[in-house]
């Protein structure tokens, strides 16, 4: 009998510390895995079949069926929590619903919170913050069945997303988002309104920037024939408290780029507002805000148009933007490119400010492509329309380069600015269309000096090398070329070009700062830099060690 007693107690705490221990809430974020967690799989299959995702985070049917999570403890937070997950079935439409149960796995019990259609793979995500708190199951189920390929699912995760945002670079993709308020907003994967609501951000505790640093925004911006407004508080999310800070007009998949120092190292709240009265859309994404480097005093400097971002530290409100050209078979890639001024706009793209050195020569090289004129302007005061002035006017043929072969590589002197800070601004001066892919500034020895020119062409060996994380590359011109440097990897894959413009005849010196083309740090390890002309090619070896 004692026994007994004792092994019923014994049982009842093993139970309660059982049922204690279940009712922790999950760490998140949680990442979805049909081999090891208890998913009731249904007509599913895990991995997918018929898609190139073979592992253990997805899964696929032709059925209705659902498949059904385990029991998640969703923590009693403060934030929003979002699912995302990844679904599609590679060409044909498909649709998909999304359920919660807060009881049991039976089916009766789900409820539909979210559904989506796509005929290629997307992520998408659904907001689970009004079950905080509680144990929940979820499940996935096909609504309609693809003619000759399966729906699947993959990548499901339960994230937490934060109110305060502290980290910088902030990159905002909406899927999921971070703390929005927006009434009337759509504000899942494709931010959108019909409404003239705000949109309001998490708020943004913006660093103190150092010397020659700034604070940027940049946007995506959707839908044409929508007028709307940028406002920031910075005290709290009532409307009273916002004021404009900018007023543009939209146009259908351009990014905006802006200066926000001015709120540098305060706690800030960004809104957007769609001000036209009319019933068209007005829809953003891509939302950034992070330090750049506004004034560049380092030569040779160089910019490369092929992300399908604004380069940092360069300014666009609305009329430049990532581009090709159907020139009369094929596309050609043309970097930032310009099709015509976007209503409101001013049309400039605008350069970071450029401390030019005293006595020396100072030349600017670019790739254009178009058909059309276009200007070079000067500002030596500010970035305001009214502080350019144009300063050099020429015509693009696109005869020149419809093969994509032809660099339209032009120069231009810009000595007389020696000494000054400037910035450079290029804008588009009749109909038509024009395209920016790189540019380049070098500077030298002036004429004047007389100085004694070398002999050869010669690349010399990186110094420090080793080195962590930059090194300076020196080299010698015997007389003014087209210059083309670039460094690669063990593998022979090209990771940045440093050079590919026109260098005059002298000593020169390059820095390169460990990134990659697309400002991303490399890793430690051997890397080869190219010296090319049209008579001398060079490679040496360098060695990251960090």
């Not at 922790?24 to 049909?34: G, I, K, S, V, Y």
């Not at 890793?523 to 070896?541: E, V």
Request: net charge negative; glycine share 6%; proline share 5%.
């Amino acid at each position: 009998m004692k026994c007994f007693r004792k092994c019923s107690v014994l049982s009842l705490l093993i139970l309660f510390l059982l049922s204690v221990l279940s009712a922790q809430p999950m760490e998140l974020p949680w990442f979805a895995d049909f081999q090891e967690q208890d998913w009731i799989l249904g007509e599913w299959v895990s991995p997918a079949v018929n898609s190139t995702y073979q592992d253990t985070g997805s899964a696929s049917t032709t059925e209705n069926d659902l498949l059904i999570s385990p029991k998640l403890s969703l923590p009693a937070t403060n934030n929003s929590v979002y699912l995302t997950f990844r679904f599609g079935a590679f060409g044909p439409w498909v649709e998909l619903e999304v359920l919660v149960s807060t009881i049991d796995t039976s089916e009766d019990n789900f409820v539909v919170i979210a559904e989506f259609g796509e005929n290629n793979v997307e992520k998408f995500s659904a907001n689970l913050s009004i079950y905080k708190g509680e144990d929940i199951y979820i499940a996935f189920r096909q609504k309609s069945i693809p003619d000759f390929q399966p729906l699947f699912v993959e990548d499901i995760t339960i994230t937490e997303n934060i109110a305060i945002i502290t980290e910088f670079p902030w990159h905002e993709t909406f899927n999921p988002p971070a703390e929005w308020i927006g009434e009337g907003w759509d504000i899942i994967k494709y931010p959108h309104t019909f409404g003239h609501e705000m949109l309001i951000s998490p708020q943004l505790q913006l660093p103190t920037t150092a010397p020659n640093k700034a604070i940027f925004l940049t946007y995506e911006c959707y839908r044409d024939e929508a007028e709307y407004e940028i406002l920031v508080s910075t005290t709290s999310t009532n409307h009273d408290d916002f004021e404009t800070i900018y007023q543009g007009y939209t146009a259908w998949g351009k990014f905006h780029t802006m200066d926000i120092s001015v709120y540098n190292g305060q706690n800030i709240y960004i809104a957007f507002q769609k001000t036209s009265q009319n019933n068209r859309r007005f829809s953003i994404n891509n939302v950034k805000v992070r330090e750049v480097e506004d004034t560049i005093t380092s030569f040779p400097y160089q910019e490369n148009f092929y992300s399908s971002y604004i380069p940092d530290g360069w300014l666009n409100d609305g009329s430049w933007s990532f581009g090709n050209y159907f020139w009369p078979d094929f596309w050609i890639a043309w970097g930032l490119a310009i099709t015509g001024i976007t209503e409101g706009s001013n049309g400039l793209l605008i350069s970071p400010k450029f401390k030019l050195p005293p006595d020396l020569s100072i030349q600017l090289s670019y790739d254009i492509r178009g058909d059309t004129e276009y200007e070079i302007l000067v500002s030596t005061t500010g970035t305001l329309a009214d502080d350019f002035v144009a300063i050099h006017k020429d015509f693009v043929d696109i005869g020149l380069w419809e093969l994509d072969i032809y660099v339209t590589m032009k120069n231009f002197d810009l000595s007389i600015y020696a000494g000054q800070d400037i910035y450079l601004s290029f804008k588009q001066a009749e109909s038509g269309s024009i395209g920016l892919k790189k540019l380049f500034i070098d500077v030298a020895q002036s004429d004047h000096d007389e100085p004694i020119l070398p002999s050869t062409t010669t690349l010399y060996g990186n110094y420090p090398n080793p080195f962590n994380p930059t090194t300076t590359i020196s080299f010698e011109m015997a007389s003014d070329e087209v210059v083309l440097i670039e460094i690669y990897n063990i593998k022979g894959q090209r990771v940045k070009t440093i050079i590919d413009g026109f260098i005059k005849a002298g000593n020169h010196k390059v820095l390169w700062d460990g990134k990659d083309d697309y400002g991303r740090d490399v890793s430690s390890g051997i890397y080869l830099y190219k010296m090319k002309t049209d008579n001398f090619p060079q490679t040496k070896k360098m060695i990251l060690m960090k």
